[in-house]
């Protein structure tokens, strides 16, 4: 009879909590559900307002714009970079440290490690082949790998192409490669049969390798290029250059030179090469420079003395833009900045950067002024803009550039609000003084614009997509977009 009553009281008391478990669910769920329909209704409402500021402007069918882009492209091998090392049996470093160049297996492993907690994007050149081709390989092996076209330069074109312009790319390419760019991009530049390849070592939000977890969706890559450090397509695209009468001269992919073992004075006299093609292209002709992943100083030293000075447009993410400054301050290269930063902070960081350009080219022989910058972050876009300059349309062009944020990273060209979210703030500060002023963010006009000093800003956030595709050759695209609507 006590076994009896046991049983009886038992699955009463099953029956119960499952009861209870059920209610709480359900509770917890009405309590839920306004809240996350109020989240919902407010990405819709961004989205439709971000898509509505990108549809006022169209760009020019009847004349499309005419776009000249250098340099280089390469293949792109994507992997998941965790299940990569650990198909080579890489061990998760105890020592992460950064290395200009990477050499050795150890030397990967540290520099993946310093790279991969904070989801800092970085890029460097390997000049261990016999490495390189076991990553390859392993590569091809890999269950989910992917190829794509790659390289600054190349990805730039695509874009400007999809977005309605005829481009004309310097670069060097096997017959695999051309055949996947659009049919408005004209290659400058001979044939090659073994195009360069990059790895590119995608890693998720939360993905962990040994002890170290991934503050945020990013991409490591390793090069081991033959072409593109030597800007051998340039007498080609320079030759073109002049028959083709750009709107919009590109110039990007110079990173591959960063820690490249060139023969003496090569650099040097590559870089005096490309001084002299940027003179030669009219004043009239926008001239913007893409920035990129850089440590090499000395390269960087040159870049500021041969090519941004005659760049009247800059693009750049939040790790470029302080490294830029500090060199220009005559610091050092800065490795590693804060991977989300506050708008205030960067706002700031392109106030210093475009006064410090301003002043240093007054009187200098063939600069031309800056007049337009943007900085591409994970939350937002930013683009500064002289007042009175050529450049037209910087908030459509600002709302163009979020939007195709999350096209490219969510790889579809239609952005589906479950799989995004906005992690910029309510409200900004405009400056980090104190008592500046702040800036809401308001859903039916989310691209906030305002005149300062000679110039106009134009802050959007962006739809950070949560369901990644691919983070590789996302400032690329992006960068690409916001040009689009301001030739």
Not at 259 to 275: C, G, M, Y
Not at 348 to 376: F, I, K, N, P, W
Request: proline share 5%; net charge negative.
């Amino acid at each position: 009879m006590a076994n009896g009553r046991n049983t009886s009281s038992s699955s009463s008391l099953v029956r119960y909590g499952t009861v209870v478990s059920v209610l709480v669910v359900l509770l917890a769920l009405w309590y839920r559900s306004p809240v996350q329909n109020s989240l919902d209704q407010r990405l819709d409402t961004v989205l439709t307002s971000l898509l509505r500021a990108e549809s006022k402007v169209d760009v020019d069918s009847f004349r499309r714009p005419k776009v000249a882009i250098g340099f280089g492209g390469c293949v792109d091998i994507i992997v998941d970079g965790v299940k990569l090392l650990n198909e080579i049996g890489l061990k998760p470093s105890k020592t992460p440290f950064h290395h200009d160049c990477i050499e050795s297996r150890e030397q990967l492993s540290q520099s993946f490690a310093y790279f991969f907690p904070p989801g800092a994007a970085s890029e460097r050149f390997l000049s261990n082949d016999t490495l390189f081709n076991e990553l390859v390989e392993a590569s091809r092996g890999l269950h989910g790998n992917r190829w794509a076209l790659g390289g600054n330069a190349a990805v730039m074109a695509n874009r400007l192409a999809s977005e309605g312009c005829d481009v004309l790319l310097g670069g060097r390419f096997s017959s695999e490669v051309t055949e996947v760019l659009s049919d408005h991009v004209t290659v400058a530049g001979k044939p090659v049969e073994d195009p360069d390849i990059h790895l590119i070592l995608e890693y998720p939000t939360g993905a962990k390798w040994g002890e170290y977890v991934s503050r945020r969706a990013n991409r490591y890559i390793v090069h081991s290029d033959d072409h593109n450090p030597l800007l051998d397509s340039l007498e080609d695209f320079e030759e073109q250059l002049q028959s083709f009468r750009p709107d919009l001269l590109v110039i990007g992919g110079l990173q591959m030179m960063d820690n490249f073992p060139f023969e003496k004075d090569v650099r040097e006299a590559r870089l005096e090469r490309l001084n002299k093609l940027m003179l030669s292209v009219d004043e009239t002709t926008g001239i913007h420079f893409e920035m990129a992943s850089f440590v090499d100083k000395e390269l960087m030293q040159a870049l500021l003395s041969r090519v941004v000075p005659h760049a009247s447009s800059l693009g750049m993410n939040e790790q470029e833009l302080p490294n830029l400054l500090s060199l220009l301050k005559g610091g050092s290269v800065t490795v590693l900045s804060d991977p989300n930063p506050r708008v205030a902070t960067v706002l700031d960081q392109m106030r210093e950067l475009y006064r410090l350009l301003s002043t240093e080219r007054r009187g200098q022989a063939g600069g031309r002024r800056l007049t337009r910058l943007h900085v591409h972050t994970l939350a937002f876009q930013a683009i500064i803009v002289t007042t009175g300059s050529p450049w037209k349309n910087t908030m459509s062009a600002t709302a163009k550039a979020s939007l195709t944020a999350n096209r490219h990273v969510c790889g579809s060209p239609d952005i589906n609000p479950s799989k995004a979210k906005l992690i910029m703030d309510d409200s900004f500060s405009i400056s980090r003084q104190e008592g500046s002023q702040r800036m809401p963010l308001l859903e039916t006009k989310p691209v906030t614009c305002w005149e300062e000093a000679d110039y106009e800003v134009c802050v959007a956030p962006v739809l950070v997509c949560t369901d990644v595709y691919q983070t590789a050759g996302g400032g690329d695209n992006v960068s690409a977009a916001g040009l689009v609507l301001q030739i």
